[in-house]
């Protein structure tokens, strides 16, 4: 729990899991939350929406030897629940980048594939620290785990083959992070993990390995990122959204990260919306009740108010045209105007150019239409136009306004065809592509434009 306490305290550092498909993501937060439920005394740990907190005291407790937590002054860690595209996709590039540090799972029988590529790039981009979580290793042949030993014991303790085999892997991924440009080791050969990358072989199934990964993350904050945790924890809250969900009896809702200040019952807050910045009052601020009904997502609990880091659902007037990915911040001790201008810098951050002529791009949250951009732009594809949310019957009106044939076509990333579009689209002579790998998606579109110049050949 955050200490409210003091002015300025330090705050949790909030995590990102990123990865390829299937590499394991949502099992190593399952582990995480698991772990730490059964090892922690009730109530220690909050399901918090969107994001996980694992204090401290649970971190040492499943690390043991691994940690003495009076090395510590960080209060934990907390993790951003939904791992891949859309925690991937809220790391911003500038302005209000949701993640401290984050975790890029690869499958150690894999190694790097596509997503991992992306994820690359956006870590690079955003200078965001990393470790990386070499996951799967009890798939190796002949793999004999180690219950609650360290990972390093772990892989001292198996037969010479396996040890071989893995190690194999291992150096391969080390390798790969070496052609994108970064130097890394295994973490216990780390002496700095702000010049190395820290690899953590892990099993997300069996658990080895997770609270080294833990304490190799602790060690990251706490080393490189104090300053950084130093927030006022009476100050105006400052957030991002994760997502905006319909919720009965709510209406629509943002479950929001809030990493700075303090967000009240009632406050004033102004959020980034599909149009123009959304000025609307707190009416709830909604946590799910504690460990027992963990899953049962319907059962929330009001509080009065929330501190950073955390995850909390809010409940306010006018937020059904709010976007994934948009900044939320409580006007307190400032002007309306101020607020919604700091906001609108904030969004303007995000780039995309558009064109007279183009593809009209449709994405789940404003880093992945950002990110979506930058990938056409390289890809030499321009856009008409580029918004957040599902594609409606506007989009395909707009697309097909196009003046070049091969442009009357819309990319959706991570985002589906409204119903009442359907019909639209039987109709419109307009091509729809989606995909939630963005590099498969500008592929696809590039696949289909030569066709068609073939065609016209
Ligand atoms: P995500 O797409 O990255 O979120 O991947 P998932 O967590 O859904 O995992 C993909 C598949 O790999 C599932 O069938 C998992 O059970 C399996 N898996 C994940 N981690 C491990 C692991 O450490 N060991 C083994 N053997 N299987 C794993």
Redesign the pocket.
Known sequence: MTDHTHADTLRTPIVAVL??????????L?TIRGSAVSEGEAGAITQHIGATDIPLDTISGMAGELIDPSDFDLPGLLFIDT??HHSFSTLRARGGALADIAVL?VDVNDGFQPQTEEAIDILRRTGTPFVVAA?????TPGWNPQDGEPIQRSMEAQSERAKSMLDENLYEIIGQLSDAGFSADLYWRVQDFQKNIGVVP?????AEGVPDLLTVLMGLSQRFMKEEMAIDVRGPGEGTVLEVKDERGFGATVDTVVYDGVIRNGDQIVVGGQNEPIVTEVRALLRPRPLAEIRTEKEFEKVGEIGAAAGVKIAAPDLDQAMAGAPVRVVRDRTVDEVIEEVKAELAEIEVDTAENGVVVKADTLGSLEAMANALREAEVPILRAEVGDIAPRDIAVAETANQDEHKAILGFNVDLLQNAESDLENADVKLFKNEVIYQLVEDYERYVEEKQRAQQ
């Not at 990865?19 to 949502?26: E, S």
């Open positions: 990865g390829h498909v299937d590499h394991g993501k949502t099992s190593l399952d791992p891949g799972v996951n799967k290793v009890d798939t892990l099993s997300a199934l069996t």
